[in-house]
């Protein structure tokens, strides 16, 4: 019923900048929270960055002054902006939403995860 779809990974060097997006579709009502979280290789899941449908913001504290959050309501999307981007910032990062949805004139509410999309700082 609903899908989040996320782009703008890759490899970009140390001190460089990437800009993450991630949109969702489907028989949307509305969206709650979003946000971006991050797995590194044998590490848990963890959050980088929230932000309420309207626009307060949190992030974790190894990203705060590099990396913001932004969101289109417009367009069921939410953005995540890295600048000096470091080697430790590698993970794959995953788009999150708080999503009600509708079907047969009923509303459900369930948080739903992107595919995932790979960083890597690396010179």
């Known amino acids: 019923q609903v899908q989040l779809v996320e782009y703008g990974g890759g490899l970009v060097q140390p001190g460089g900048s990437l800009r993450l997006s991630c949109a969702a579709s489907g028989s949307i009502f509305s969206i709650r929270a979003m946000g971006w979280y991050r797995q590194a290789p044998g590490q848990q899941r963890e959050l980088v960055a929230t932000?309420?449908?309207?626009?307060?913001?949190n992030y974790a504290d190894p990203v705060k002054g590099r990396f913001t959050v932004s969101r289109d309501n417009a367009k069921n999307a939410v953005y995540l902006q890295m600048n000096s981007l470091k080697p430790e910032d590698t993970a794959v990062y995953y788009c999150?939403?708080?999503?009600?949805?509708?079907?047969?004139?009923?509303?459900?509410?369930?948080?739903?995860w992107g595919q995932g999309t790979q960083v890597t700082v690396s010179s």
């Open positions: 999150n939403a708080d999503i009600i949805w509708i079907s047969n004139g009923y509303r459900y509410s369930d948080a739903y």
């Open positions: 932000i309420t449908s309207s626009g307060s913001t």
